[in-house]
């Protein structure tokens, strides 16, 4: 199975301040990563598809890149409303399984 | 609008069963994958299983193999988790979710609480 290490668990950011969380899989995963947020209380949003595609009506400050194994998310300027928890997902097809990262909590500092 | 509204969370002891339900709207059900997502209290997401469009494919995460069963009714635009031989590790809020293309979770209910205690 493909294992996915996310990191850092958690950080601390001005408001204003530009945001990276990586997502490492175990092996070769092309593009198959998708970025979600999830705000206390509530469920997960879908930010980034296909490692770089920005949903549609999520705000361009937020952004993906990356292939193959190495992957980043970025938000470019950090609002207060960002305040969450983020998780990288991979998608591998032999077999058709879904693996979280274990999450990045970001606050304000 | 999408819309996916779980129910049938509760209390159950360990060993016991429990179905959950999703009912869904707003999109051709028919034509997605579907998935169910669980996350225990204070920790992250796990997927759990995911069933193709028309029921002929389904998958499942290591841990629950055996025990839980995920299926659909499209003609009442539904998904199912039959959860059996329950565990206290199965104490979680469940998700019901639409997965395009059988992995991008584009759409999750609000989810519903199972917890599996004597």
């Known amino acids: 199975d493909i294992q996915m290490t996310q990191s850092p668990s958690s950080l601390s950011a001005s408001v204003g301040d530009r945001v990276t969380i990586t997502c490492q899989a175990s092996?070769?995963?092309?593009?198959?990563l998708n970025w979600y947020q999830q705000k206390p209380g509530k469920a997960p949003k879908l930010l980034i598809y296909?490692?770089?595609n920005l949903e549609t009506g999520v705000p361009s400050r937020f952004s993906g890149s990356g292939s193959g194994t190495d992957f980043t998310f970025t938000i470019s300027s950090l609002q207060p409303e960002d305040i969450a928890t983020y998780y990288c997902?991979?998608?591998?097809?032999?077999?058709?399984?879904?693996?979280f990262g274990g999450g990045t909590k970001v606050e304000i500092k | 609008e999408v819309q996916l509204v779980e129910s049938g969370g509760g209390l159950v002891q360990p060993g016991g069963s429990l179905r959950l339900s999703c009912a869904a709207s707003?999109?051709?059900?028919?034509?997605?994958?579907m998935s169910w997502v669980r996350q225990a209290p204070g920790k992250g997401l796990e997927w759990v299983a995911n069933?193709?469009?028309?029921?002929?494919?389904?998958y499942y995460v290591d841990s629950v193999k055996g025990r839980f069963t995920i299926s659909r009714d499209n003609a009442k635009n539904s998904l199912y988790l039959q959860m059996n031989s329950l565990r206290a590790e199965d104490t979680a809020v469940y998700y019901c979710?639409?997965?395009?293309?059988?992995?991008?979770?584009?759409?999750w209910g609000q989810g519903t609480l199972v917890t599996v205690s004597s």
């Open positions: 707003g999109f051709t059900f028919s034509s997605y994958w």
């Open positions: 979710a639409r997965a395009s293309y059988g992995y991008r979770i584009d759409y």
């Open positions: 296909d490692a770089s």
């Open positions: 069933i193709k469009q028309d029921g002929s494919e389904k």
């Open positions: 092996q070769d995963i092309s593009n198959y």
């Open positions: 997902q991979q998608y591998d097809n032999l077999p058709p399984v879904l693996t």
